[in-house]
């Protein structure tokens, strides 16, 4: 064509560009791919980025650096970590609001119902969208074919293009080769990638080894708490199964327990089935265990508190502590320990505690029984979070620890009684600790007693002394008795009371109530306290009568001395009259009354009448008075 000098059409000799725009040339004439186009001028030259050094480049950076994040001399350690914390506390608060929004957007629309007419709507909006994407995709599909295309195309009958045929050509371009700056990023991205991959493969297996560290370490210490468990008396029985497992109330968990997994009882072989069922703990071996080194089935932890009140406002309560070991395990068994055997206790004690008369009253959890005069005793459960602290000062009671002891022993006796079959029911436990009670407060009463006629005797300025033993078994021996006795504790004691060096008034003494006076000629039993003050007082009477016939007869050897022992007086006869000593005393008071007869003629006529009354020491003595009494009557020597 271009021989016959004819020009293509002008639609023809349309041309499309595909290379990228020269780049700039160095000196030799290569080009230069680090300088960046930024424009074409209107005389097709293009327009190139400035270059800057690197000190221009460097002080640029610096700037806009300073511009952004301000003056280095304000930045710090705590502004940049302060300044994270609240782009984080930002990042949250814009978390938390696109949540709220989100999760209003999901109610809107879940409120938002669609109708029928809305529906078929939004069909036929869905419908038109496609045929369109389908017409536009065949478009698309017809003009990559005619680019790839070396043959003409036979025209279409369905789909003509708005190009003239033969308007548009292709040109075959190479891509140029990468410059060395961009191999050198490229690698280095290929390698910062694969060291990322390594480090994160690295991390993978540490956290396996530690993973794999902590369950050999765990089992270790698992079989070197179940030996030191096991070395320290504690019952040890495998979970597995569905022997002990269900014997001991495990239930499904003993199905699913492995051979290795193991419970440690603590409850009393003795006791019975249904306090020991829920008595065991296990060592947590899951890592999201609790902090405890055992775990125990949810219970109630309750402790026995006795506590004593008097009426004078005095208060004494027995030590309830927590067990303080060195080995935590070996702690938690025993206080779990005593806390069943504690509940246990209470709860035979608040059944025997229904038949007694002296409880005044009983609930689920305390029991108040009336101990003697003025006195209360409480038996209490009290959770173990109330405990008191070690620090904070109580008045703690040996007689209310003893107590505490002592129901401890005696429900130790009725698993003995239980086991030997030789009851029906096992012995009391409350009604020894009443009577050991009552005991106590009898020997006060009786100590305080005898300290009281003692004391009017040596008002008096009678010798007078008095000893008293509330218990003559040694300890050991109580404690036996505690534990072989049946019925009630039989505890005795002894006491007596010295007037001068020449009378005594023995007592022997027996729980709960029990008195009896040793006198020469019999044995005379004491029901109550009157009854005692009446016998001592005939005691004392009968002790005076012979200490002022002793001390009287031989200063006045002229008269004549006698005992009446039917009008219990002192009668001492001369050639002018008599003059008679009467002493009286209930135990808590004494007086000794004279009265003198003098002789006139042949009648006798009765003369004066003197009372002396012992009322505080230092005063004149006795015996001192008789003698001025005797003197005032002429008594002869």
Same mark, same amino acid.
């Given at each position: 064509?271009?021989?016959?000098?004819?020009?293509?059409?002008?639609?023809?000799?349309?041309?499309?560009?595909?290379?990228?725009?020269?780049?700039?040339?160095?000196?030799?004439?290569?080009?230069?791919?680090?300088?960046?186009?930024?424009?074409?001028?209107?005389?097709?030259?293009? #327009?190139?980025?400035?270059?800057?050094?690197?000190?221009?480049?460097? $002080?640029?950076?610096? /700037?806009? =650096?300073?511009?952004?994040?301000?003056d280095f001399s304000l930045v710090s350690v705590e502004g940049l970590l302060k300044e994270e914390?609240?782009?984080?506390?930002?990042? $949250?608060?814009?978390?938390?609001?696109?949540?709220?929004?989100?999760?209003?957007?999901?109610?809107?629309?879940?409120?938002?119902?669609?109708?029928?007419?809305?529906?078929?709507?939004?069909?036929?909006?869905?419908?038109?969208?496609? /045929?369109? %994407?389908?017409?536009?995709?065949?478009?698309?599909?017809?003009?990559?074919?005619?680019? &790839?295309?070396?043959?003409?195309?036979?025209?279409?009958?369905?789909?003509?293009?708005?190009?003239?045929?033969?308007?548009?050509?292709?040109?075959?371009?190479?891509?140029?080769?990468?410059?060395?700056?961009?191999?050198?990023?490229?690698?280095?991205?290929?390698?910062?990638?694969?060291? *990322?991959?390594?480090?994160?493969?690295?991390?993978?297996?540490?956290?396996?080894?530690?993973? +794999?560290?902590?369950?050999?370490?765990?089992?270790?210490?698992?079989?070197?708490?179940?030996?030191?468990?096991?070395?320290?008396?504690?019952? =040890?029985?495998?979970?597995?199964?569905?022997?002990?497992?269900?014997?001991?109330g495990l239930g499904a968990a003993a199905e699913r327990a492995t051979a290795k997994?193991?419970?440690?009882?603590?409850?009393?072989?003795?006791?019975?089935?249904?306090?020991?069922?829920?008595?065991?703990?296990?060592?947590?071996?899951?890592?999201?265990?609790?902090?405890?080194?055992?775990?125990?089935?949810?219970?109630?932890?309750?402790?026995?508190?006795?506590?004593?009140?008097?009426?004078?406002?005095?208060?004494?309560?027995?030590?309830?502590?927590?067990?303080?070991?060195?080995?935590?395990?070996?702690?938690?068994?025993?206080?779990?320990?005593?806390?069943?055997?504690?509940?246990?206790?209470?709860? $035979?004690?608040?059944?025997?505690?229904?038949?007694?008369?002296?409880?005044?009253?009983?609930?689920?959890?305390?029991?108040?029984?009336?101990?003697?005069?003025? %006195?209360?005793?409480?038996?209490?459960? =009290?959770?173990?979070?109330? &405990?008191?602290?070690?620090?904070?000062?109580?008045?703690?009671?040996?007689?209310? +620890?003893? =107590? /505490?002891?002592?129901?401890?022993?005696?429900?130790?006796?009725?698993?003995?009684?239980? %086991?030997?079959?030789?009851?029906?029911?096992?012995?009391?436990?409350?009604?020894?600790?009443?009577?050991?009670?009552?005991?106590?407060?009898? *020997? *006060?009463?009786?100590?305080?007693?005898?300290?009281?006629?003692?004391?009017?005797?040596?008002?008096?300025?009678?010798?007078?002394?008095?000893?008293?033993?509330?218990?003559?078994?040694?300890?050991?021996?109580?404690?036996?008795?505690?534990?072989?006795?049946?019925?009630?504790?039989?505890?005795?004691?002894?006491?007596?009371?010295?007037?001068?060096?020449?009378?005594?008034?023995?007592?022997?003494?027996?729980?709960? +109530?029990?008195?009896?006076?040793?006198?020469?000629?019999?044995?005379?039993?004491?029901?109550?306290?009157?009854?005692? /003050?009446?016998?001592?007082?005939?005691?004392?009477?009968?002790?005076?009568?012979?200490?002022?016939?002793?001390?009287?007869?031989?200063?006045?050897?002229?008269?004549?001395?006698?005992?009446?022992?039917?009008?219990?007086?002192?009668?001492?006869?001369?050639?002018?009259?008599?003059?008679?000593?009467?002493?009286?005393?209930?135990?808590?008071?004494?007086?000794?009354?004279?009265?003198?007869?003098?002789? $006139?003629?042949?009648?006798?006529?009765?003369?004066?009448?003197?009372?002396?009354?012992?009322?505080?020491?230092?005063?004149?003595?006795?015996?001192?008075?008789?003698?001025?009494? #005797?003197?005032?009557?002429?008594?002869?020597?």
């Amino acid at each position: 064509m271009a021989s016959d000098g004819l020009q293509p059409p002008a639609a023809k000799r349309i041309k499309v560009s595909l290379e990228p725009p020269q780049l700039q040339t160095d000196a030799d004439g290569k080009p230069r791919p680090d300088y960046v186009l930024l424009d074409v001028s209107p005389s097709n030259e293009p #327009v190139y980025e400035p270059v800057e050094d690197a000190d221009t480049q460097f $002080e640029t950076k610096l /700037h806009r =650096i300073w511009a952004e994040r301000g003056d280095f001399s304000l930045v710090s350690v705590e502004g940049l970590l302060k300044e994270e914390e609240e782009k984080a506390e930002e990042k $949250e608060e814009e978390e938390g609001k696109e949540e709220a929004e989100e999760k209003e957007e999901g109610r809107e629309e879940e409120e938002k119902k669609m109708t029928p007419e809305e529906l078929f709507e939004l069909k036929q909006n869905v419908l038109g969208t496609l /045929h369109a %994407a389908r017409n536009e995709f065949a478009v698309g599909l017809d003009l990559v074919n005619l680019l &790839l295309s070396s043959t003409a195309r036979a025209p279409s009958a369905e789909v003509q293009l708005p190009l003239p045929r033969g308007s548009i050509t292709c040109t075959a371009i190479s891509k140029p080769a990468p410059s060395a700056a961009v191999r050198a990023r490229d690698l280095q991205l290929v390698l910062g990638a694969k060291e *990322a991959s390594l480090r994160a493969a690295a991390d993978v297996f540490a956290r396996a080894a530690e993973r +794999t560290e902590k369950v050999v370490e765990r089992g270790v210490n698992y079989w070197r708490d179940a030996l030191e468990l096991r070395e320290k008396n504690w019952n =040890i029985v495998p979970a597995a199964g569905v022997g002990a497992g269900r014997a001991l109330g495990l239930g499904a968990a003993a199905e699913r327990a492995t051979a290795k997994d193991f419970v440690v009882t603590y409850g009393l072989d003795e006791a019975p089935f249904e306090r020991t069922r829920s008595a065991f703990a296990w060592i947590p071996t899951s890592s999201s265990a609790s902090t405890q080194p055992l775990a125990t089935p949810p219970r109630r932890s309750r402790r026995l508190r006795v506590s004593l009140s008097y009426e004078s406002g005095e208060r004494g309560e027995n030590a309830v502590r927590e067990l303080e070991d060195p080995d935590g395990k070996n702690a938690v068994l025993r206080n779990a320990q005593l806390e069943a055997f504690e509940e246990e206790l209470f709860a $035979e004690l608040l059944n025997e505690a229904k038949h007694l008369p002296a409880v005044q009253s009983s609930f689920e959890e305390e029991i108040v029984v009336d101990a003697g005069p003025g %006195a209360q005793l409480t038996l209490s459960l =009290i959770e173990t979070p109330d &405990l008191p602290s070690p620090s904070s000062p109580l008045p703690l009671s040996p007689l209310c +620890t003893l =107590i /505490h002891q002592s129901l401890h022993l005696l429900l130790l006796r009725s698993y003995r009684f239980r %086991a030997s079959r030789r009851a029906l029911r096992h012995p009391p436990m409350l009604q020894p600790v009443l009577e050991l009670l009552q005991y106590r407060a009898f *020997a *006060a009463r009786l100590r305080a007693t005898l300290e009281e006629t003692a004391r009017v005797l040596r008002r008096a300025s009678v010798g007078a002394r008095w000893g008293m033993r509330d218990v003559l078994e040694s300890g050991r021996e109580v404690v036996q008795a505690l534990a072989k006795s049946e019925g009630s504790l039989q505890l005795g004691g002894s006491a007596y009371l010295a007037i001068t060096d020449a009378h005594s008034v023995r007592l022997s003494i027996a729980s709960p +109530t029990r008195l009896v006076m040793l006198l020469p000629y019999a044995m005379q039993p004491v029901s109550d306290v009157p009854q005692l /003050h009446a016998l001592v007082g005939l005691e004392i009477e009968s002790a005076l009568l012979e200490l002022l016939h002793s001390k009287l007869a031989p200063p006045f050897a002229g008269m004549t001395w006698v005992i009446d022992q039917l009008e219990r007086r002192l009668v001492g006869r001369s050639k002018d009259g008599l003059i008679h000593f009467t002493p009286k005393s209930d135990g808590r008071s004494l007086s000794v009354s004279c009265e003198v007869v003098q002789r $006139e003629g042949k009648g006798e006529v009765k003369g004066r009448r003197s009372v002396y009354e012992a009322k505080e020491e230092g005063a004149l003595g006795l015996l001192d008075w008789a003698r001025e009494r #005797v003197e005032e009557f002429g008594g002869e020597a």
